[in-house]
């Protein structure tokens, strides 16, 4: 079975500072990882994708994240966060089949 | 270029009632998939279709069951329904074909059951 885990369900942090949002996965074949925002009351957008090649990958709005396969992680990084970057994050993963298999959530809140 | 319209966007039933929901892709996508959203948790994979037939289920009941029609649009219709179903329906088009290719979601139909 497959699944993702989200390690931390609230991140909160100051505007400006670096922020990390955990990820961890498992699967028994290989994945295809992703990062998803969720602005209230919106559908959810994509911020990053790992395919294959460069184990760092970066996305829109200054995000990236590093697939760690031996560690089976997928962390999300940003160096200096807004306060529009506060929204609901989603991991997820694809692999062997059309499914698309999300974490619970991690609610990063940006402090004034 | 319209991205993935979903109709209404919200929505109140009673226990025991049917629902339909609606969703139009992406221009340019052949691929619909259902995801439900309980509050506070991530989505939840329902079903994939594909050239009008189901091609993939997620771990749902026979209540839920869809239709894609010619056009690539699609409906979700629940049946019976019960408290524990509502929740934020979400749709997501995609192109097949395309390995893996990210999920392009709508803003989501808002159920909630009474």
């Known amino acids: 079975a497959q699944s993702v885990t989200q390690l931390d369900s609230q991140v909160p942090v100051f505007e400006e500072a670096p922020v990390e949002l955990r990820c961890n996965y498992s699967s028994s074949v290989s994945v295809y990882l992703f990062w998803y925002v969720q602005y209230p009351n919106q559908g959810l957008q994509l911020l990053l994708k790992y395919l294959s090649g460069s184990t760092l990958v970066k996305g829109i709005n200054g995000f990236e994240a590093e697939f760690n396969k031996s560690q089976t992680s997928f962390h999300l990084r940003k160096p200096s966060v807004h306060i529009s970057d506060t929204a609901e994050h989603f991991c997820?993963?694809?692999?062997?089949?059309?499914?698309?298999?999300f974490g619970a959530g991690t609610r990063l809140f940006v402090k004034a | 270029d319209a991205g993935v319209t979903q109709s209404p966007t919200h929505l109140i039933k009673t226990r025991g009632q049917q629902v339909t929901l609606r969703c139009s892709p992406k221009?340019?996508?052949?691929?619909v998939s259902w995801y439900q959203q309980a509050l506070g948790q991530g989505p939840q994979f329902i079903f994939q279709y594909y050239e009008e037939e189901e091609r993939q289920r997620g771990n749902f009941p026979d209540r839920f069951s869809g239709h894609q029609f010619p056009n690539y649009s699609s409906e979700l219709n629940v049946n019976a329904l019960l408290l524990g179903d509502s929740a934020l329906y979400l749709c997501?088009?995609?192109?097949?074909?395309?390995?893996?290719?990210?999920?392009?979601f709508g803003n989501g139909t808002r159920l909630t059951v009474t």
């Open positions: 997820a993963l694809q692999g062997g089949g059309f499914k698309t298999i």
């Open positions: 997501a088009s995609g192109r097949d074909g395309l390995i893996n290719s990210p999920l392009h």
């Open positions: 221009s340019g996508h052949d691929t």
